[in-house]
């Protein structure tokens, strides 16, 4: 815990939907839904228009559609997100050396290692200023966290969104911390926030109160002796740059545990994904492939897999991760899953997998469509209309694909800087009719962009255990 609040977590807001409502004027102040649009389908992020209706993050879209059947449902667009993200990471990496993604719209600044004045008000005024230069280069808006931990940082940040920046003056955590739920600790998910509610905990001043020795015995040694010092407000985990990890790694904790074989592997390969957005983030590649398993009875094992070189291949990611997974008995529940990969190298090396692994993927439209691969297969693909996906008219220009079925889609011809446009129907075979590229959601040439220079060659103060799964990283979600 620092003695000023100088780590900085960024958050962009709604991000994937906020970016589809920036880019399609007829969708703003509409509920927007994007994720898997099959039958499997999984929502990757929710409007705020949308979860007035109860609509989640990792809900079953099906359900998604039952609580909010007027929301416009949209397939990722990946190559956007990543643009605009890399666009975000260029103004955190003014800011300071130390930057520690964690997705693409996620990411850790250290501020005191970038040279900023370590007070309330130089503080609150970069990240003030930050904001705007984030809404001036990309459109969209980021709430901002400002604190002397880690877990506050994001604490902080949640409590600003929308569109906010919420600063936790050192000093003032333990009574700020104490009623809220232990479920904002990191680490603590749904099992062992189930197993403190029995014993009578809930809130964060009440596992603080607990002592150390009753979280040990309710949790195990090194659960236990974290948390405590966690609730306690203790929490020195250094930001760490993605390319001083020797591990990169995603997990999430399901809200019920999973017992279809298929839907485990669905998740394994959404998360080998994940992991792979951020190893290339960090422009990384890695050896070990690992998958880790939480059973419904806490049981926790990993399996991994080193592969003949390093990759950063989604696809090589995937289907080792799929292999391991197939070694792990599942049936009776899963209460969590993760994949990572460690071994890191800054570079990658073209291998047989990668080539063999790809051209399965190609076969297999349905499976590449449901979960939307990181790079837009550019090879000529049966034309499949996803809503949401680019589309240009020989007469009519750009638009997005509103609908399709029966033979027949439908488009609809706006802009991100257009005022909301119309919809026309053509013939899914229509010749006039192409996949588009993403149109960038600010004006080519209007981009207010900061006059501050990139900070010198950065410095590693010291590495961070290689483990995978180490910290509480990786578990936000868009
Ligand atoms: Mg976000």
Excluded at 56 to 72: F, I, V
Excluded at 401 to 428: C, D, I
Aim: hydrophobic residues 40%.
């Amino acid at each position: 815990m620092r003695g000023a609040p100088t780590i900085l977590h960024l958050d962009m807001d709604a991000f994937y939907a906020s970016a589809e409502q920036a880019a399609k004027p007829s969708l703003r102040g509409k509920p927007v839904v994007v994720g898997g649009i099959g039958p499997r389908g999984v929502v990757a992020t929710a409007s705020y228009e949308a979860r007035v209706f109860g609509v989640r993050s990792a809900m079953a879209t099906a359900q998604a559609r039952r609580l909010c059947p007027n929301a416009a449902y949209l397939t990722p667009r990946f190559t956007l997100y990543r643009q605009i993200s890399d666009v975000v990471m260029e103004q955190l990496a003014r800011l300071s050396p130390l930057v520690e993604p964690l997705s693409l719209d996620e990411a850790f600044v250290d501020l005191e290692a970038g040279g900023v004045e370590p007070s309330a008000a130089a503080v609150r005024a970069v990240g003030e200023r930050l904001r705007r230069d984030i809404r001036a280069a990309t459109g969209l808006s980021g709430s901002v966290g400002l604190a002397g931990s880690k877990m506050l940082a994001k604490i902080a940040s949640e409590q600003a969104k929308p569109d906010g920046l919420v600063l936790i003056e050192p000093g003032t955590e333990r009574e700020l911390l104490g009623p809220m739920p232990v479920r904002v600790v990191p680490g603590v998910g749904p099992a062992t926030a189930e197993t403190l509610r029995r014993a009578g905990i809930t809130t964060v001043a009440e596992t603080a109160e607990a002592g150390e020795a009753e979280l040990v015995r309710l949790l195990g040694k090194a659960h236990g002796a974290g948390l405590y010092a966690l609730a306690t407000g203790h929490d020195d985990r250094p930001v760490v740059a993605e390319r001083d990890a020797k591990s990169v790694s995603v997990e999430d904790t399901f809200e019920e545990d999973l017992t279809d074989r298929t839907r485990v592997q669905l998740e394994v390969a959404r998360l080998a994904d994940r992991c792979v957005q951020r190893l290339r983030a960090a422009g990384r590649s890695g050896r070990t492939v690992v998958v880790k398993v939480r059973r419904y009875d806490f049981s926790t094992l990993t399996r991994s897999e080193t592969l003949r070189g390093p990759t950063d291949d989604p696809a090589v990611v995937r289907e080792a991760a799929a292999r391991l997974i197939e070694t792990v008995e599942t049936t009776a529940g899963v209460r969590l899953l993760g994949v990572g990969v460690s071994g890191l190298a800054d570079y990658t090396q073209e291998d047989l997998f990668a080539q063999a692994a790809s051209e399965q993927e190609g076969e297999d439209g349905a499976r590449a469509a449901e979960e939307e691969p990181l790079e837009e297969a550019a090879a000529p693909r049966p034309r499949r209309w996803l809503p949401g996906l680019d589309v240009v008219h020989a007469e009519y220009g750009a638009g997005w694909v509103q609908g399709s079925g029966l033979g027949r889609v439908t488009v609809r011809f706006e802009q991100p800087w257009s005022e909301p446009g119309r919809v026309r129907t053509f013939a899914v075979d229509d010749p006039a009719l192409a996949p588009g590229e993403p149109l960038p959601l600010v004006p080519p040439g209007t981009q207010v962009l900061p006059e501050a220079s990139a900070p010198s060659a950065p410095s590693s103060p010291g590495g961070e255990d290689g483990a995978p799964f180490a910290g509480g990283a990786g578990r936000g979600s868009p």
